[in-house]
């Protein structure tokens, strides 16, 4: 009889330490991706996630595949931010791309992700350079902003040379400009801020600031700050440089209210309003950044991530782990 | 069955069961209760204290939330002492613009600032920090804040969460708006302003949403009259979706309170926040901490079985050690009691080993003390016995003293000196120097010289024959025993006897593994309860002949042989009335010399 | 060892055995309470600001319940709900919230019994959907009534192909002003290409869009009223161009919903929730509690 006994005690010793463990849970065969934008109501961001939305749609009717698609508002609050990604990850989402909120905080999310082997793509506000090398499973698709801020001087400078008169109101030989800034802490800010007007600069054209300040990406901060600089400079702005559309079109808004006659207004995005500003005469011109092509470069790689493609097929990966949009000028014809 | 019989049948059987059964039930028993006690009392201390270090840890996290509270609205406060001390205060507005400081200020405290926005008395907007413009129709001094700033110009207004809808935004934000009174200089004129701050709400309900307390615990902001600053179910609660007891708690100074909602208990902690009179309200619900789930029975079950199965099992292993050997003792020691046969089990413990040892000592000196008590016995027997046979027969020695007297007188000197000589030889062997265990050749010469003697005396009444073989002369056999079954024939039967008819014939041979020296006579016979009452010596059975007989008979022959050499020897009779008689003793065949004399 | 014995020792291993079995299938069998619920969303435009309230109070639902919410967010053109619907429960979500913008019965009578199906709307038809949150259309119907009535006539505009529920508060809307005596003339009109406007009383209108269409045109300030809010017609109403609207707690519909779908899930079965509606106007929306109800989200 003890014998007997012993396999079953074995066996019930066995299942005991079995006990405190837990199960797995079964996989389920839909895509899951989450996205997290700092600002919902960023005007660029909401287009280029609907751009985002239709590739994925287009790609579920193409191949029968199934993909479920999540993005979230993080209302300017990292805080809330890292709960969002922290959701995402207890729902078993397959790939995140985060738009930080607060860039230096990014190396939080991705040893977050790399505990949890979830893919992370990061957009439009680019982490430091640390953070996107310490996993192979980070990326970032962005802008190039250098090339954007050189293609927004390259507006001014090409009116420049072929219709002055246009640009320098006062005659002077001198372009007085105003610029209106994006958030301090974006990297897109400072590059935009200061690479046109270096790049005018060394083409020779002889630059006076006459005041800039911060809109924060604003439409409506820049509204409310055209009006303080209109009404303190009026005639003398020839100008004005603006990081982004919103912000270009938040003049444009003071301009019409107040019931000025100025167009020389440059912004950055290319998002459908400010293209319509464009034709319509309200902006000098902006640098279209394809927002349908950053879904979609951003759509494929989350797809390849998460599939367990590879992802380098599907956009061209630049040594900094970082893909940048191609993006171009438009101007009134 | 009353509670006294209970207890009783209960002793009883715990006391009389077997060892075994007592062992078992007395260790399982104390050991359950052991694990019940010991359990319950450690998960009631345990649960105890687990419940108080969570409401100790609950209050450490309201505590902590409201340092953090107090914190953001120090750094405000200090926000807005700087704005009116360094920037607004001595900045003449007429020439300075103001903006420019502010928006430093503000980028420093974005985090939790949503707008900056300086009015002066007459409601009209100075500069403002981001860049921001004022709603058409915004009349700021109908605004409680505003109002109350101008009321108490000393004091740092905060106001309940409100919609900010004074700046021609896009988005309807909530915000907590600060207020205060500031001095405000245009050219050479000082006037009263009033400086809005507004707090950022998500600041607020990030800070309270992210505080988890021990299960569904959440903690709430109100403000002195009990309004709700923030709430998890804000929301639903402004809908009457869910109810919260904010009043009572807008009541209560600070504390932990425990009060009954909903079918539950709930632990209530109070905690003011600085300044503002508001106050910070954890709710946990009670119990902290239990054994609800059905996992946590589970689990116990399964322990606990494992545990009391463990149990059965030392206790079988346990009992087999010590009660197993007991029981063979005690078996053995029965076994011994029935039928003396057997040893006794030694094995098991140490003291069941002794105890087992020690019986078996006893045993054997019991065995040893019968042993002896036996042989005594035997022996005193064997020395009656002998004692009784070798009692000299006197009427024999009278009757063959006057036949040799006779035989002299009748000057028949010849057979009076042969009688003389066979009465010499009877009598020496009859001594035998002591001895008991003779040669078959003298006992044979013995019954001779009787045989002689007594032909002497019955004159041709009878005849003898003396047979053996040689093989059996040089055996043993007891001395006297075969004279006094002759004796016996020729007093029985050959006194009837007429003419010479009667015959004794005496044969000595081996047979059947014996020795057999048989008496055979033609006399009268005897009826077979005769036969049986020689052989058990009823004195019924054996007419005494007076003056005849040496008295001493079968029995004592059979008695003898059967002492001697053991019970399977003996006497046989076989007789018929009229037909004779064979009386036959059966002995061993020792050679003489190899019997003992004892 | 004794028979007794033996037969203890076997209960206690056949109970330890039991126990532990079933705790092995609790633990491996994901342990019930750390089961996700996989619930769609199928609005008719979820990426408006309309439904930001809404979608507060889902998401703060499915955060308390563990439940993987997705908001469709836009549809194909020409792609009717009922097929998104189709796709979705073929997709393998538990459960979809509707707020129906077509008829859905005869897709819903095919829908798999196990989906778990919550309508923001009114209940058409027995054993469709799981449970309908929705507010009581007729009282609403009847305080946009009261309050237009003040104005003395009222024009009702309700949208070309309106849905059911639309035309459910504009009959309501009727009665009630009928009750009040107050005579009133419903048209239909497109919001992109509106008619002209009668000079005066109530301008009410069941749908927002239309309403929003309204205000924007001149003379309309104070005469407009209508059901349910947007961005727009909050700020209308805070400038006084919307006289008053008549709204539910979208935050509270939105909750509800995802708590009664996640309910049918887990006990499998729920019930209909009728919502309370409120009357809001220039004066009362920045105080709370209509405060906390119009701008629920933040």
Redesign the interface.
């Known amino acids: 009889m003890s014998i007997r006994r012993v396999p079953a005690l074995v066996l019930a010793a066995a299942l005991l330490c079995c006990a405190g463990c837990g199960g797995g849970e079964p996989d389920s065969i839909v895509i899951r991706i989450g996205i997290t934008v700092y600002k919902g109501d960023d005007t660029y961001l909401s287009n280029m996630t609907a751009a985002f939305q239709e590739s994925a749609d287009a790609y579920c009717r193409e191949t029968g595949a199934k993909v479920s698609v999540t993005v979230t508002d993080a209302q300017e609050s990292q805080a809330t931010q890292n709960s969002q990604i922290d959701r995402f990850i207890s729902l078993n989402y397959d790939v995140l791309c985060v738009n930080m909120v607060d860039r230096t905080d990014a190396g939080r999310v991705v040893d977050k992700a790399r505990a949890a082997d979830v893919p992370v793509l990061f957009f439009n506000r680019e982490p430091v350079r640390e953070d996107l090398t310490s996993w192979d499973k980070v990326y970032y698709v962005g802008s190039d902003t250098r090339e954007s801020a050189e293609l927004q001087a390259g507006i001014v400078l090409d009116l420049w040379r072929t219709d002055p008169a246009r640009l320098d109101r006062n005659g002077d030989g001198m372009l007085q400009y105003v610029m209106f800034e994006g958030e301090t802490r974006h990297q897109d800010t400072i590059i935009r801020t200061e690479v046109p007007i270096q790049i005018l600069k060394d083409a020779g054209i002889p630059l006076e600031r006459l005041d800039g300040g911060q809109a924060n990406w604003s439409r409506s901060q820049a509204a409310a700050l055209a009006e303080n600089y209109f009404k303190t400079y009026g005639d003398a702005i020839e100008v004005i440089f603006c990081n982004n559309d919103d912000m270009a079109l938040g003049v444009a808004d003071t301009v019409e209210r107040l019931g000025l006659d100025f167009r020389n207004i440059v912004g950055i995005d290319g998002t459908p309003q400010g293209l319509e500003a464009v034709d319509g005469g309200k902006l000098l011109g902006t640098v279209v950044m394809d927002y349908a092509a950053h879904g979609d470069t951003l759509f494929h790689m989350s797809l390849a991530l998460a599939g367990g493609g590879d992802v380098n097929n599907t956009a061209e990966i630049r040594e900094d782990r970082s893909v940048r949009i191609p993006m171009s000028v438009h101007i009134r014809k | 069955m009353g509670k006294r019989s209970l207890i009783t049948w209960l002793n009883e059987r715990f006391s009389r069961g077997s060892i075994?059964?007592t062992m078992?039930a007395s260790f399982t028993v104390s050991a359950v209760v052991a694990i019940l006690l010991t359990g319950a009392t450690l998960f009631a201390r345990f649960s105890a204290q687990m419940d108080a270090t969570i409401e100790e840890e609950n209050q450490i996290l309201v505590d902590q939330v409201n340092q953090s509270l107090s914190t953001y609205l120090r750094d405000v406060i200090r926000l807005s002492d700087s704005l009116s001390y360094n920037v607004i205060k001595n900045t003449d507005m007429e020439s300075e613009r103001l903006?420019?400081r502010m928006?430093l200020l503000y980028?420093t405290y974005s985090d939790y600032v949503e707008n900056i926005a300086l009015f002066d008395s007459a409601g009209s907007l100075v500069a403002?920090a981001?860049?921001?413009?004022l709603r058409e129709?915004a009349d700021v001094r109908e605004r409680d804040w505003f109002r109350r700033a101008m009321e108490r110009t000393e004091n740092i207004h905060f106001g309940?969460p409100?919609?900010e809808?004074l700046?021609?935004?896009?988005?309807?934000?909530?915000v907590i708006p600060l207020s205060c009174a500031v001095e405000l200089t245009r050219g050479r004129e000082t006037g009263l302003g009033v400086l809005l701050i507004d707090l950022k709400?998500?600041a607020v309900?990030?800070l309270f949403s992210?505080v988890q307390l021990s299960g569904n615990g959440y903690v709430y902001l109100i403000d002195g009259a009990g309004?709700l600053i923030y709430h998890p179910a804000?929301?639903?609660?402004?809908?009457?979706?869910v109810e919260e007891t904010n009043l009572d708690a807008a009541r209560r100074s600070d504390g932990v309170y425990t009060e009954y909602r909903d079918g539950q208990l709930r632990s209530v902690i109070v905690r003011g926040v600085g300044y503002t009179g508001w106050k910070a309200v954890g709710v946990v619900s009670q119990p902290g901490f239990r054994l609800g789930d059905?996992?946590d029975i589970?689990?116990t079950?399964?322990i606990f079985?494992?545990f009391?199965?463990l149990l059965?099992?030392m206790?079988?292993y346990l009992t087999t050690k010590i009660t197993d050997p007991i029981r063979l003792l005690e078996e053995s020691v029965a076994r011994l009691e029935q039928s003396m046969e057997g040893s006794i089990y030694v094995g098991g413990t140490t003291e069941t080993r002794t105890l087992g040892q020690a019986v078996q000592k006893l045993v054997d000196q019991m065995r040893k003390l019968t042993d002896d008590i036996v042989r005594e016995h035997e022996e005193k027997q064997k020395s009656e016995l002998n004692a009784l046979q070798a009692q000299i027969n006197p009427h024999f020695l009278y009757n063959t003293l006057d036949t040799i007297v006779w035989m002299i007188e009748n000057e028949r000197e010849e057979d009076a000196a042969r009688a003389v000589t066979a009465l010499a030889r009877f009598f020496r062997i009859s001594l035998s120097k002591g001895r008991n265990i003779i040669p078959v050749r003298d006992e044979l010469e013995h019954v001779r010289n009787y045989l002689l003697i007594q032909e002497m005396r019955y004159k041709n009444k009878f005849r003898y024959e003396i047979l053996s073989e040689p093989a059996v002369e040089e055996l043993s056999t007891i001395k006297l025993v075969v004279q006094p079954i002759v004796e016996n024939a020729i007093y029985h039967s050959m006194d009837f006897m007429d003419g010479g008819d009667g015959l004794i014939r005496i044969t000595a041979r081996l047979a059947e593994g014996e020795l057999q020296i048989s008496v055979e006579d033609n006399g009268l016979g005897m009826t077979p309860q005769v036969v049986e009452g020689l052989l058990a010596g009823s004195p019924a059975a054996e007419p005494r002949v007076p003056g005849r007989g040496s008295g001493i008979g079968l029995k004592n022959v059979q008695d003898r042989i059967r002492l001697y050499f053991g019970a399977q020897y003996g006497v046989t009779i076989d007789s018929e009335p009229d037909a004779g008689t064979l009386v036959t003793l059966h002995m061993p065949t020792v050679p003489f010399g190899e019997m003992e004399e004892s | 060892m004794r028979r007794g014995e033996k037969c203890l020792l076997l209960a206690v291993l056949a109970t330890l055995m039991a126990a532990l079995i079933l705790l092995l299938i609790q633990s491996a069998g994901g342990g019930g309470a750390a089961e996700v619920y996989h619930v769609s969303v199928l609005l008719d435009a979820a990426e408006s600001d309309r439904w930001k309230n809404l979608r507060a109070g889902m998401n703060q639902a499915a955060l308390e319940r563990n439940v993987d919410l997705r908001f469709i967010p836009r549809y194909d053109e020409g792609a009717a709900q009922s097929e998104i619907l189709r796709q979705e429960w073929e997709g393998g979500a538990d459960g979809v919230v509707v707020l129906p913008t077509e008829d859905l019965t005869p897709v819903l009578k095919e829908a798999p019994d196990r989906l778990a199906v919550g309508i923001l709307g009114p209940r058409t038809a027995r054993g469709v959907g799981d449970c309908c949150i929705a507010p009581d259309y007729a009282g609403m119907g009847r305080s946009l009534a009261e309050a237009a009535a003040e104005l003395g006539s009222c024009t009702l505009y309700v949208e070309e192909g309106a849905g059911q529920t639309a035309l459910e508060l504009a009959q309501a809307v009727e009665a009630g002003l009928a009750g009040l005596g107050v005579p009133c003339e419903r048209r239909t009109a497109d919001p992109a290409d509106l008619p002209p406007l009668p000079e005066h009383g109530a301008l009410a209108a069941v749908e927002p869009e239309l309403l929003e269409a309204i205000c924007a045109v001149r003379g309309t300030r104070g005469r407009a009223f209508g059901v349910g809010t947007s961005d727009t017609l909050l700020r209308a109403l805070e400038e006084g161009r919307v006289a008053a609207m008549v709204v539910q707690s979208d935050y509270d519909m939105g909750y509800l919903a995802v708590s009664q779908v996640t309910e049918q899930l887990t006990r499998g079965k729920t019930g209909d929730v009728t919502l309370e509606t409120y009357t809001a106007t220039g004066e009362n929306m920045f105080r709370r509690p209509m405060a906390d109800i119009l701008f629920a989200n933040y």
């Not at chain 2, 700046?167 to 909530?174: G, K, L, N, T, V």
């Open positions: 075994r059964s078992f903006d420019e928006r980028n403002t981001p860049p921001a413009r129709g309940g409100t919609v809808n700046f021609a935004d896009d988005a309807y934000r909530w709400y998500q309900s990030d992210s309004e804000r929301q639903r609660i402004a809908t009457g979706l059905s996992q589970l689990f079950v399964v079985c494992a009391f199965a059965i099992l206790n079988f």
